[in-house]
């Protein structure tokens, strides 16, 4: 089970904190170095996705993921690199590397201003702010590495009073999942009242119950309620 971005921001409402997008930032980072570790230009379908809202994955672990299964109704544009807009040829890994730092950047973008008002300005910290420019360079040399953003991650972590990205993940897929599950808060409520009714007088009560019509309408009103 998983949560796209941006399914947690339309929970929420609002955007992501700063914390918030460090925290996915940097679990992204992670998830695309390991990536990279496993697959080649010779496997592009692992490869093949676009970095947005809809595709980045938020997972319970507190980890991200990424794909490109249903979300070919939305408009990617503004999450793609213009290298791939301009349908250049990509040489090595790093150039694929570097079309998912861009949209990676553009992404964090979005979610840093989902909701806020015209009239607001963004609120990111300078350090955050620089190195999100830095992924969104529309000159695919000037632009950051995967390994240049972990690097800042960790100087961020180091220098802060943040809680581990994980956690921020986490609460992030909660927004969704946790609303899920409230929809139905009242399970219990049958189950606990007819726990706390002697065993005998629970049993009679439920034989009885064509004799009796309004204990009969009182236990529906409580079965409409499961």
Sequence with gaps: MHVSLA?????RGGPLQEEEIWAVLNQSAESLQELFRKVSLADPAALGFI????SLLLLPSGSVSFTD??????DLRAFTAPEVLQNQSLSSLSDVEKIHIYSLGMTLYWGADHEVPQSQPIKLGDHLNSILLGMCEDVIYARVSVRTVLDACSAH?????CAPSFSYVKHLVKLVLGNLSGVFPKPSLLSLLLTLLPSVYRKSMLVSLPDFPKTQTLLVFLLFWI
């Design 7 to 11: 399914e947690a921001l339309e929970v």
């Design 51 to 54: 970095i947005s809202p809809w």
């Design 69 to 74: 299964e249903n979300i070919s109704n939305q």
């Design 157 to 161: 972590i180091r220098n802060s009073n």
